[in-house]
């Protein structure tokens, strides 16, 4: 197993995971395929050549079997202290047929390892009620909720 950074190569295969992670959770969605692949490549695009998006992805025999977002928040600086930006995780995915291996927990560490090389003060994930074991047995723990004012 190789764990790396997403490189322009994989965006096809980056969409259609993103594609088969919302059809698995939200059956329901009913979209054109096309529309979204369009949208998604754009993203996918400006977040690889950038700096603020880290995509990890864990390759097996060619396929990518799993992949984790990091995006980077830069904090306010305030006075006394030296500010460190932290680290937003999101759409954490594993396909299917690669799950229970410990291909996620491998790909955290990594994440783990290069968010404290780079002095990130935190990284925050938002889980699933389905994800938090799998959060907890990899060191993160709850904390309190944050405040959200929803706008549509």
Not at 29 to 37: A, I, R, T
Not at 110 to 116: F, G, K
Not at 118 to 134: G, M, Q
Request: charged share 30%; proline share 5%.
């Amino acid at each position: 197993m190789k764990i790396r950074k997403a490189t322009e190569q994989d965006i096809a295969a980056l969409t259609l995971m993103r594609w088969e992670f919302t059809l698995e959770h939200q059956p329901e969605v009913q979209d054109d395929y096309d529309l979204f692949e369009t949208e998604c490549r754009a993203f996918l695009e400006q977040a690889i050549r950038g700096e603020r998006w880290h995509i990890w992805v864990a390759e097996l025999d060619g396929v990518i079997a799993s992949h984790m977002y990091i995006q980077i928040i830069d904090k306010v600086p305030r006075p006394g202290r030296t500010t460190y930006p932290f680290a937003y995780m999101t759409n954490v995915y594993t396909d299917p047929d690669y799950r229970s291996r410990g291909i996620g927990s491998r790909i955290l560490e990594t994440i783990r390892e290069w968010a404290a090389a780079n002095k990130f003060e935190f990284i925050l994930v938002w889980p699933s009620e389905d994800s938090r074991d799998f959060y907890s047995r990899n060191g993160y723990s709850l904390c309190d909720d944050p405040m959200e004012l929803h706008l549509s």
